[in-house]
Each structure stands twice: as structure tokens, then as C-alpha cells.
């Protein structure tokens, strides 16, 4: 309900950057993309907790979901780490690497992404992601004992896709607060709200992505030979994964609306979808007259 919204009009601001030849917009046009993937398969997902972890959409469904739901965490971590380099480059080194600030460069990078995870994870619908388990339910995607190819793409994912874009974006927003700091011409407010912003984006993909990728790690080098463990660790790894996708709620804010200009852009959306409702609505109203 709410990020369907917020990601839509993030889609609206980042197009108005990519229409002004920002680099920006094309990481949180990317962005905003992998997180309404992942949002659309959440009353999916809703529902299968609700049937106490019996699927009941069908094989195919269960792999598309599943297929999405992996490919936008690390989309989503691959576009937030780019857009804190991007950042980084344009305030810590604002007269050099011009090339990787080019729109041409971001749009090479946004395909190597998606090309990248897409790859990766396209191996969930190959394989059979629906199994049965001994009180008759039909368990998508995730079961216990976790198998072993699972566990080793896992460990990928850890690695590659969550831990290396967390030390890419702490080092970034680091080093942005630093060179801010030092600069005589920006004022102390100025200061301390950059400050809070850095600390919030780093917070909020913090206690999105850890908690689920420290308990996915475990899973990943004690359930293929200890399934007791398993069995106590499977609802810690759903309530972590439930709790990533609120993910999909912080990066509008963080991201999209925290400039002036973008809020004046979601304002001007607001605005002509309004006029052209009332506009469409006295139509109507004009029609039901002279039928009456």
C-alpha cells in the first residue's frame, strides 16, 4: 500500500533527472523498478504466511516469486551502493573521473547489473521450488535442511551481494561527511542534516539486509548436516526476510525525496493528475446531464 505509490512517483522524479541528464536518475529509476518487482509479489508472499507456509499459487508462480524477490535484493544493494560512489565522486572528487558520472556510464553500469542478477538467479526457474513437507504442506522456495546448492549460491550472495555494497556505502558516506565537514561555505544546519541523512541511509540498510543475511550465512554452513538447527532457524529466517522488504518503503524516501527539486516534481505530479481527474470527472458529469 504504500511503496506501490512511492515507488511510482520515485519512477516520476527520476525521470525528470534522466530528462535533465543526470546520472542519478538512472540508478533511482533502476532502483525503483527492483523494488516494484519485489512489491508486486508481496500479497503472494502475505498469503503464504497466512496458510501457515503452504503455497498454494502453483509451481510456476512460486519460482517467478521467488525469481523476483532474490533478484531485487541485490539489484536493489547493487543500484543504492552506485548511487553512494556516485555521490561520493561528485562531492569528494567533484572535478575528476567525469567519465563514471556520464549518463552513457551509468546506463552500461544499470545493464551489467540487472545482466549480472539476472544471471544469477536465473537458476530458480530451472530448478523444482516446491516441496512437500510432512504435515502435507507445500513449502515454496525455502526449505529444512536447506539444499547444498542453495547454500552455495548463498554464500555468494552474502558476500558479493550484500556485504561488499555495506562497505562500499559506509566507506562513501563516510568520506562525503568528511569533505562536508571541512567545507568553510556549507553551514552547521546544513551539516547536521547531511549528517542524519548519511547515518539514515546507512542505518536503514543496516536493519533491512543484515539481519537476514546473518541468519541466511548460518543457515548456509550448518543446515546441510544439522537439521535440528535447522528446524529452530527457519522462523528466524522468515521473520528477517519479512523484514527486508521494508527495503522497498525506505529507498523513495531516502533517496528520492529528500532534494527540493524533488519534492517540487512530485508536487507538480500531484498537481496534473488532479487537474486532469476533476477535467475527466466533469466529463462525465456532462455526459450523465445529456443523457438525462
Request: hydrophobic share 45%; charged share 20%; glycine share 2%.
Amino acid at each position: 500500500m504504500i511503496s506501490i505509490p512511492t515507488n511510482s512517483l520515485s519512477l516520476y522524479v527520476s525521470y525528470k533527472h534522466m530528462k535533465r541528464g543526470n546520472e542519478l536518475g538512472i540508478y533511482l529509476f533502476n532502483l525503483s523498478v527492483a523494488d516494484l518487482l519485489y512489491t508486486l509479489t508481496l500479497p503472494l508472499w502475505v498469503d503464504y504466511s497466512m496458510h501457515h507456509d503452504n503455497w498454494t499459487h502453483g509451481p510456476h508462480l512460486c519460482k517467478l516469486c521467488s525469481f523476483l524477490m532474490y533478484t531485487n535484493f541485490y539489484t536493489s544493494a547493487a543500484f543504492l551502493c552506485c548511487i553512494s560512489i556516485d555521490r561520493y565522486l561528485a562531492v569528494v572528487y567533484p572535478l575528476r573521473f567525469y567519465v563514471l558520472r556520464k549518463v552513457r556510464t551509468a546506463v552500461y553500469v544499470s545493464g551489467l547489473i540487472w545482466a549480472i542478477e539476472l544471471s544469477s538467479n536465473i537458476i530458480i526457474l530451472w530448478s523444482e521450488e516446491t516441496h512437500n513437507d510432512n504435515l502435507s504442506h507445500v513449502l515454496c522456495y525455502d526449505k529444512y535442511p536447506l539444499e547444498e546448492w542453495k547454500a552455495k549460491l548463498n554464500y555468494w550472495r552474502f558476500f558479493i551481494g550484500f556485504l561488499l555494497p555495506a562497505v562500499l556505502m559506509i566507506f562513501c558516506c563516510q568520506r562525503i561527511y568528511k569533505a562536508i565537514k571541512s567545507n568553510i561555505a556549507t553551514q552547521d544546519h546544513d551539516k547536521i542534516k547531511i549528517k542524519k541523512l548519511l547515518l539514515s541511509i546507512v542505518v536503514a540498510f543496516l536493519i533491512c539486509f543484515s539481519p537476514y543475511h546473518v541468519v541466511m550465512l548460518i543457515r548456509s554452513i550448518i543446515e546441510p548436516h544439522m537439521c535440528e538447527v535447522a528446524k529452530r532457524l527457519f522462523v528466524p529466517y522468515k521473520i528477517t526476510l519479512a523484514l527486508s522488504s521494508f527495503n522497498c518503503i525506505a529507498d523513495p524516501f531516502l533517496y528520492s525525496f529528500v532534494s527540493e527539486g524533488a519534492r517540487t516534481d512530485m508536487l507538480t505530479a500531484v498537481l496534473v493528475f488532479k487537474k486532469k481527474s476533476s477535467g475527466l470527472n466533469d466529463i462525465n458529469a456532462e455526459s450523465v446531464e445529456k443523457e438525462g
